[in-house]
């Protein structure tokens, strides 16, 4: 444990509770960030159903607690940003962070409906799909989506927390996927990563868009 606490100090590891248990991650980004500095120096930065499967996979019995999610992965991400800004990107703006190749190749717009039980949907120029749907929200403080994320037959939840830091925002995240998975189970975690330590970060930092999504969304008018 000791060394566990050395560890998390230091930002290399991060630790998620699971009911009676706590699971304990790599958090490869301080790791990521010092090779981008130091050797790649001029490198850029690159729904009711789904309530009930949520609510069987977090009551799930004793028994079940041991058995390994198809993907599981946890990040702690520091944003020099205001929570107000990330949840923004996060809810209204997700498409300026969160594209190809992680959607589908004919995808040419994606959209999130800001509300619980909000969909988020790929739109093409035939028809489109749902990638998820919102299944927990609270204003600036966290998002939950809960979908297929072209898994195959397995269900994701991703879990957004935002947390206030001295220099911005602390975001937690975390991904677990319950299924059969269709491809690597890394490549999804490494999709993860980049689209949250490096996308969504480069979008609420620099303004830099890199998602499918070309324009910001017309800000809303309240009268």
């Known amino acids: 444990m000791r060394h566990l606490d050395v560890l998390a100090a230091a930002g290399l590891v991060t630790s998620r509770k699971r009911g009676r248990e706590r699971w304990h991650y790599l958090n490869a980004i301080p790791l990521q960030r010092i090779h981008e500095r130091w050797v790649q120096a001029q490198a850029e930065p690159w729904a009711t159903r789904l309530l009930r499967l949520q609510a069987r996979a977090k009551t799930a019995p004793v028994r079940m607690t041991f058995e390994k999610p198809g993907v599981d992965v946890a990040l702690d991400v520091s944003l020099t940003?205001?929570?107000?800004?990330?949840?923004?990107?996060?809810?209204?703006?997700?498409?300026?962070?969160?594209?190809?190749?992680?959607?589908?190749?004919?995808?040419?717009?994606?959209?999130l409906e800001p509300r619980l039980g909000g969909l988020l949907v790929e739109h093409r120029d035939d028809g489109g799909s749902v990638v998820a749907a919102v299944t927990s929200w609270t204003d600036d403080r966290h998002l939950e989506l809960t979908g297929p994320f072209h898994?195959?037959?397995?269900?994701?939840?991703?879990?957004?927390?935002?947390?206030?830091?001295?220099?911005?925002?602390?975001?937690?995240?975390?991904?677990?996927?319950?299924?059969?998975?269709?491809?690597?189970?890394?490549?999804f975690a490494n999709g993860w990563r980049e689209l949250v330590a490096g996308r969504l970060k480069t979008l609420v930092e620099t303004g830099k868009r890199l998602g499918i999504n070309p324009d910001p969304p017309k800000k809303e008018v309240r009268r």
Not at 96 to 105: I, K, M, T, V, Y
Not at 153 to 162: E, H
């Open 81 to 111: 940003a205001s929570r107000a800004e990330v949840f923004h990107a996060l809810t209204r703006d997700t498409g300026g962070w969160w594209g190809h190749p992680f959607l589908r190749a004919d995808t040419t717009h994606l959209s």
């Open 151 to 187: 898994l195959g037959l397995a269900v994701g939840i991703a879990v957004f927390d935002l947390i206030p830091a001295d220099d911005g925002t602390s975001l937690q995240f975390s991904f677990r996927a319950f299924g059969a998975i269709e491809g690597p189970a890394d490549q």
